[in-house]
Structures are given as C-alpha cells and as structure tokens.
C-alpha cells in the first residue's frame, strides 16, 4: 500500500510498461499480446452481452450480428397488423427507394410503399439493405421490471443473499472460533467431520431437505433458500485456517483484560479475520446469487422467485425472449460486480500481525 | 497492595512434566524477577500466576485466597507480554480503554485514566494511531500503559525488553523502575537477562528445569549463591568455576588441577580426595609478579582491551578458559603467560553436587 503511494503508477505508465530499460523486447509483445487475449477472452462477453441486451428484438436475431444496438426501421403500414421492417431496395429500374418488407417468399421478398400501401413491388433481397438506426432498447428493461414483476424478483433475490450472508457469516465465524480458539480433545475429529460433508453431493440430500424444508412448513418462502445452505463446510474451514494464524497471544490479552468469550470474538477475533470473512462473503454472496437448482425446488409461486427463476421463465419452450434475458442478465450482475468492488480491498493479508512486535 | 503465593505448584503437559513443585511467596510491593535460561518454566510460572494455564496440582493463593479455579479475567491481574500483544486493529486509546470497557466503567473514567497513563508513558501524542505505526519502544510503552490503566493488584511481564534494541532496553529498564517507584504495586518480572534481573529485582527467583534453585536479594545471590547453578548464572561475565581435587597440606588442603594448586587453611566439610568445584569470579583474579603466592600459571589467548577494563581469556592444562577481569588498562598481549593469584575471601567452594559448602574462604 505505502509503495503505490510513494511512487505514484498512473494507468498510462502502467499500460505502457516494458521490461527493463524502456526497449521493447520481444517478451513485452508477448505479453500484451497475451493479457490482451485474456481481456478478450474474460472482458469480451460481458460487453457483449451488455451492447446486446439494448438490441431491439429484430436486432438481435439480425445475421450478421452488429456489435452497438441498431435497430431496423420498422414502420406501421396501413392493412398490415404488425409493423413492418423497412429496407432500401434497388428498384429494376435503378431507382432507390425505401419500402417496407411484407413478406419473404425464396430469393425474392415482397415489398410495399408506406406512402401508398396500394403499391406493392417483388425485389430479389439481393437488391435490398435493412434501413438500420441506432437505437437504445431501454423497454428490454423497463417492460420486465414493470410487467413481469422483475422488481419483486430482484428484491426476493437480494433479501436472500443479504440474510443467507449474514447468517452464513455469523454462523461459519462462531463454528470456526470455537473450533480454533478453543483446544479441547477430538476438535480435529470435529474439523475433519465438518469438512468431509463437503463430499457429499448436493443432488444426495436434495430428497431428504426437501422433506426437512416441506414438513417445516416453509416450502414457497423464502426461508426455506436461506436456511438450509447457511452453515458451509468450506466457510468454516477457511475461516478456522485463518483464525488458527492469529496470535495466541492477542486472544491471551484480551482475556486479561477482563473480555467475555463474546466480546474476544466479537472485538478481537473477527475484526482480525476481516479478511478471511470478506473472502467468504464474496464467495456466499455469489452462490446465493447464482443459484438456481434449490430455489427451483422450493420456490414454485412466482411472487417468491428470485432473480434467476425469473430468468428462466423468459425461456419457454417454444419461444426465447432473447431480449429481455440479456437485459435481465445484465440486471443480475450489477450487484455482483459493485459487491465485489467494494469487498476486494478488505482481502489483504497480514493485518492481523502488526500489533505485534 | 497483592500478596501472592505458590505452594507446591506442579505443571505437566501430558507426559512432560514442566514445573516440579515451586514454593514462593511475593508480597506486597514487591519486585520480583524470575530468571533463568531459556525453557526452565519462566513463561509458564508466569501464566499459572495469571490464570492462563492451569496446573497439575497445588495451590495459587492471592491475597490469601485460592485462585486456582478463577479464569484470568477474574484474578485481576494485568500482563505485558513479550509480544506486546497490542491488538492491531484498535487505537492507541482503544487498546488501553479496552479492558476497562469491558468491565463496564463510565466513559469519563476512562478517559481520564487512559489520559493520565498517556501522560505518564508519554504516548499522548500517539494516542490516535494503531499499533502498526508505533516503534517498539512506543509499542512497549503502550502495553505497558494498557496494564497501568486497569489499576491491576498486581503486574506480570514476560521478557517485556526482549525485543528492544540494546540502548532502549536500557532506557526502559529504567523507566520500568522509576515506575515500580512511582506506582508501587506488586509486579513480577520475566527475563533471561541477568543485568535486568539485578537492577530491577527487589528479590531474584532463580529457575533452572522446572524448579526454583535459590530466592534471594539480588546482591545475596551474587555474594552468596547457594549452589553451583545460581554462582554461574548471576554476575557478568560468569564466574570460573573449576572443577579441583582436594588433597592434604599441612594443616590445611590444596585445590589441585592440573597446575593449579590453591593451598586453602581446613575447611570444615572438605577431606582429601574430594572433588571440590571452586568458584572465583573474573574480577577476583589478581596478576602476581610475586613467586611463591600464586595459584596458576596460564596462558593468554585473548585479550580485549576496552580502555576503561580489560578482559584477559586465559587457559592452563586441564582448565579450558579462565576469565579475568580487571579495571584499567593492563599491557597483556595475546600469548603471554601470567600467574595468577585468587582472593581467597571472594573464593566459593562447591561440592561434588554443585551445593555450596563455603562463601568466602578465610585466608
Ligand atoms: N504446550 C506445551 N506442551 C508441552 N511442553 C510445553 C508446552 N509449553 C511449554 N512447554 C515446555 O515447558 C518448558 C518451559 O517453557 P517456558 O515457555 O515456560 O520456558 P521459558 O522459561 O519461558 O523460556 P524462554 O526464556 O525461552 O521464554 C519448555 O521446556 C517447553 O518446551
Ligand atoms: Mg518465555
């Protein structure tokens, strides 16, 4: 941290950094070349699918696809129910005009006049370009938040994340302090119990919680996606590690300074694991996000879906909103990325030892 | 004022066992310094006393009153450990309001206390800052005031200097004293470090294995160390303890080994034949020109000359090194064969067991 500051690396001297004495050796164009693969590679289908979930529907299913949002004109034709894509045609007779298409029939596509409706001409679609515009779909949003309820989904979906992390995090946090503060006979036996359910494949238990969760009562609220996945074998495995690397020392001082077995958690302990904790709140954060699979099961009243079953709905049998999942997606990631934004500065080591000498 | 007590305190960890029965008693006021070398059951004795670590058997008493049941945060009891253990992610004055937060005292009370250690340690100026951007001595100086601030009945350190440079360590050294001074208060006081141990010490325990090989006032150990162990450890440089043979002369006996041959009046407890240690310390060791007075003849191997004394390393047949140390500034060079004389008063005669059997040899 104190090194950034001190010698100041703007994003200019960064992009351009060699190796060495300011030549270009060969290994630096490799090297661009590489980490330039990599953003394509990890960064190139996030933009993509951002620039897309703006395409009207006509835009996305154009072939060959563009990369900015641009619409094709469509215009309402007098005696046609749907509106109707506009093209710039190539007359016989060398002329262009723009006309709207009603129909595709072979090479040749049958075209009308908007201004005069009576008119209708047969051009090979050769002859013909799409008048394409650029346009911002912003309904691929609005219409799902408003009309399919998706604003109800987003808020189920981040009162589950928000209290399944919380409980996640208290619980893990006070398994794993017992199970490193604390030396007592059999705590590796606990520990090595703990982390072999990790073994266990969800699709085993799914049957039996399910029966837990139905006889509970809880099936269709939202308690039953939160619960049953709070205690996590690997959170209390890393969080334990980590607690382990604390100084015994500290935990020693505290308990001379007159601090309850709480307040050495509370005040001590997991303040000194913020680190450990924050790894494990992106971690659960992101599987209570994404999941998909359990609040499938439980979940089957669509006021109480969240984010991801809402998605799945736009996929019906026969027919993919492209659109409107695009956008959704995108809807779903916001919050993701900003969390993870926020919490990766807390994941720097090393805080924990400079009390100590 | 905290008197406290140990009797027969056992500790074993499984098989091992660590303190072998200790009987102690510190009272009131008192400075205690426990030494000895390291993994003799320092540390341990201390935190048994804190509550930290139970024992096997026995009995700790606080002001007359059994404590071995009672966990550390009821003893009342403050420690400054070797570490500092300040806890990293809390202010200077968080971590000295710490305890006294937790039970439970109002606001303005502690902060009054916490200002007035401050004023005390002068850390006020630091009180704002975490531990991270404190200097050891700064770091020493808060842990120590987090153990002020409670008002403790007693004060335990572990080797609370170990860390510091040679020169602060001096300086605290006598901080911590001027403190004792000032706040009175029972301490007890973990080192390794004999200079610390007979500046700060009220009394010296001295640890050696798990158990306590002599109790005394600091210059009591020096003069009259009741055993082998004690007379090598206290006192920079170490005494010379030489393994002799005694055997009859005249009235009296001779020392003998090797070409060492210290003719002594009769002392009661040593007959001819024993193996008899004898202990003379560095500055005892004269350099006779006068044949026929001297005990020893040996050879100089180094010799450090720094201006106000001098250091003389010397060896004989039989004996590996002979320190002496004398004030001033003597012209020995490397090499040179000296013949050396003990004061017999200063002399200590240790039997085949390492118990004393003499102080201090009439001439
Ligand atoms: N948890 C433990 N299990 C087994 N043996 C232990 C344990 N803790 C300490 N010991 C042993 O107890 C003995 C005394 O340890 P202690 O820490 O009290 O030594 P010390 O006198 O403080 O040494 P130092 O000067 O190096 O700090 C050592 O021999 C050590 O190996
Ligand atoms: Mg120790």
């Known amino acids: ?357 | 004022m905290t008197q406290i007590e140990l009797k027969d305190v056992r500790k074993s960890y499984g098989a091992v066992d660590v303190i072998h029965g200790i009987n102690l008693s510190v009272d009131s006021g008192e400075f205690v310094v426990f030494v000895g070398p390291s993994g003799c059951g320092k540390s341990t004795l201390l935190r048994i006393i804190a509550g930290l670590e139970d024992i096997t058997s026995g009995a700790v008493e606080i002001d007359a009153s059994v404590v071995n049941g009672i966990p550390a945060s009821e003893r009342g009891l403050a420690m400054v450990f070797q570490s500092y253990a300040l806890y990293p992610h809390m202010s200077v004055y968080k971590n000295m309001a710490f305890g006294l937060e937790n039970s439970k005292m109002p606001k303005a009370e502690i902060d009054q206390r916490v200002r007035e250690a401050a004023e005390m340690l002068q850390i006020t100026d630091y009180l704002d800052r975490r531990p991270k951007a404190l200097s050891g001595g700064q770091r020493q100086r808060v842990a120590i005031g987090r153990a002020i601030v409670r008002d403790p009945r007693a004060f335990l350190f572990d080797e609370p200097l170990s860390n510091l440079d040679a020169e602060l360590r001096v300086a605290m050294r006598k901080e911590l004293a001027a403190l004792h001074a000032k706040i009175g208060g029972t301490m007890i006081y973990v080192t390794h470090d004999q200079t610390e141990a007979m500046t700060l010490a009220d009394k010296i325990v001295v640890l050696q294995g798990g158990v306590v090989e002599q109790v005394g006032k600091p210059l009591d150990l020096y003069n009259n160390p009741q055993n082998a162990f004690v007379a090598g450890f206290i006192g920079s440089p170490r005494m010379n303890l030489l393994k002799t043979t005694a055997e009859a002369d005249g009235d009296g006996i001779a020392l003998t080994a090797g070409n060492m041959r210290v003719a002594l009046p009769a002392v009661s407890g040593i007959s001819p034949g024993d193996t008899v240690t004898c202990g003379i310390r560095p500055e005892h060791i004269a350099i006779s020109d006068d044949t026929g007075l001297d005990d020893i003849t040996a050879k100089v191997f180094l010799s450090e000359q720094l201006g106000g004394e001098t250091y003389l390393y010397c060896e004989a047949d039989s004996i590996d090194n002979l320190t002496i140390h004398q004030p001033g500034q003597l012209p020995v060079n490397n090499g040179e064969v000296l013949k050396l004389r003990f004061d017999r008063a200063q002399m200590h005669l240790f039997d085949a067991d390492g118990k004393v059997i003499t102080n201090g040899v009439s001439s």
Request: aromatic share 12%; proline share 6%; net charge neutral.
């Open chain 1, 1 to 357: 941290m104190a090194d950034a500051t001190a010698n100041r690396v703007t994003v200019g001297t960064l992009l351009t950094a060699r190796r060495g004495n300011g030549k270009l050796h060969w290994t630096d164009i490799f090297t661009y070349l590489y980490l330039g693969f990599g953003i394509l590679l990890m960064f190139g289908p996030v933009v993509w699918l951002v620039l897309s979930s703006f395409k009207t529907p006509a835009g996305l299913l154009e072939f060959p696809p563009t990369m900015l949002p641009l619409g094709q004109i469509s215009v309402e034709v007098e005696g046609y129910d749907d509106p109707l894509p506009v093209f710039r045609a190539t007359l016989e007779d060398g002329t262009q005009k723009d006309l709207a298409q009603i129909r595709r029939i072979g090479i040749v596509s049958q075209m009308v006049d908007p201004a005069n409706p009576e008119n209708t001409y047969k051009v090979p679609i050769s002859d013909r370009t799409p008048v394409r515009e650029f346009r911002i779909a912003t309904e691929n949003y609005v219409e799902p938040l408003q009309r399919f309820n998706f604003g109800r989904y987003l808020w189920n979906s981040v009162v589950v994340t928000v209290v399944a992390t919380a409980i996640t995090l208290l619980i893990n946090s006070m398994a794993a302090y017992g199970l490193s503060i604390y030396e007592f006979r059999g705590r590796n036996a606990i520990m090595l119990f703990v982390i072999g359910t990790l073994m266990i494949p969800i699709t085993v238990i799914l049957v039996p919680v399910y029966l837990v969760v139905t006889s509970l009562d809880m099936v269709n609220s939202l308690w039953a996606v939160i619960l049953p996945g709070a205690a996590t074998p690997t959170g209390v495995f890393l969080l334990r590690q980590y607690m382990l690397t604390l100084p015994r020392d500290l935990i020693e001082a505290a308990r001379m300074d007159k601090a309850s077995e709480w307040q050495i958690y509370w005040r001590v302990v997991l303040p000194l694991a913020m680190p450990a904790i924050a790894v494990l709140a992106i971690f659960s954060i992101m599987w209570r996000w994404n999941d998909f699979l359990w609040p499938l099961i439980v979940l089957n009243r669509s006021e109480v879906y969240t984010l991801q079953l809402g998605l799945n709905a736009f996929q019906g049998e026969l027919d993919v909103q492209w659109h409107f999942i695009l956008a959704m997606t995108v809807v779903t990631l916001i919050p993701v990325v900003l969390i993870f934004a926020f919490l990766q500065r807390f994941i720097t080591t090393g805080i924990a030892n400079s009390g100590m000498k």
